[in-house]
């Protein structure tokens, strides 16, 4: 279900970057070009800090879709697809547990 869903908005992503729909606030964010992409994803991932600090967990949520939606949109505009993404995401999913260079100290006494 959750690649399908982060496949599914993609599409609808791309497809506002190639068919413009008037009142389409990404096709506004397409329009706009990367400075507005990029300043958008900065407010998100402060958005999220924010809410994060202040132990708001449905806030968190909100603002973890947002800066999920404008990473996407700032996909599509410098035409990284998904699936390469995916592929680096689960190529390092499978090096769970290489601890390459970590050295665990214990402070017992």
Known sequence: MIN???KGLFEVVKQRK???????Y???LFEQGQDKILKKCG??????IIAS??????????????LIYHMMVL??????ELEEVMEILEAR???IGNLKN????????
């Open 53 to 66: 600090k202040n132990d708001d967990p449905q806030e968190l949520k909100n603002e973890m879709c947002d």
């Open 4 to 6: 399908d869903t982060l």
């Open 26 to 28: 990404t096709c506004y």
């Open 75 to 80: 996909m599509a505009e410098k035409g990284i």
């Open 18 to 24: 190639t068919c413009k729909e008037e009142g389409s």
């Open 102 to 109: 970590f050295h665990r100290v214990d402070h017992e006494s």
């Open 43 to 48: 407010e998100e991932c402060s958005e999220m």
């Open 93 to 95: 999913r499978q090096k």
